[in-house]
């Protein structure tokens, strides 16, 4: 990933959220709730500009952070998104209505790897977003690839976790050395699929960006 001088500097050149985005960055940063890093959604958001996509499919609501962003940046998209924690979901629920985008944004509960019929009905999508368990994130691709349009994107946070995926440093814990190894696993048969082309962005903690052939 960058330096840390070269990060800070890019973040430094981010304009400050204001309004309900600034609240739920603060309650993200107090209460230890994952969302993406600045420079990480920033690159997203550009690419999805870029892309002008209908459709929508985020893997991972956790407090409705991204989705809120991708929404005010895309205010002609439809963002379907899914979650499996009940707090999390609901305190989604109230930003997004506090926000007005609620017509803009579908909120589906539940375990992404059992959501498929119910994202069925909203297929296809332009881009999917995941960012949900990380020890999952092959089944997520391959579940949710097949209501991807072609030539749509795939982008997957998290994906040099900390910069661990190629740090040799010695990890004391066994779940984050299991975890480790299944993001590496992750990332090197991504790279290799066939139906896809894929990047790994060393920005935010890594984003991986996959074009449908």
Known sequence: MLN????????SLIQPRQGILAEMEEYAEINGVPIMEPAG????????RLQQPDAILEVGTAIGYSALRM???LPA???VTLERDEERFN?????????????QIVQIKGDALELEPEVSEYAPFDAIFIDAAKGQYRRFFEIYSRVLKPGGLIITDNVLFKGHVYD???I??????SLVKKIDEFNRWLSSHPEYDTIILPIGDGVAVSKKR
């Open 4 to 11: 840390e001088k070269l990060q800070d500097y890019i973040d």
């Open 41 to 48: 959604i920033e690159t997203m958001l550009q690419l999805l």
């Open 71 to 73: 929404a005010f940046a």
């Open 77 to 79: 998209t439809k963002i």
């Open 91 to 103: 305190l989604a629920v109230d930003y997004i209505k506090r926000s007005g985008l609620q017509r």
């Open 168 to 170: 040799n440093h010695v």
């Open 172 to 177: 004391e814990s066994k779940r984050i050395r």
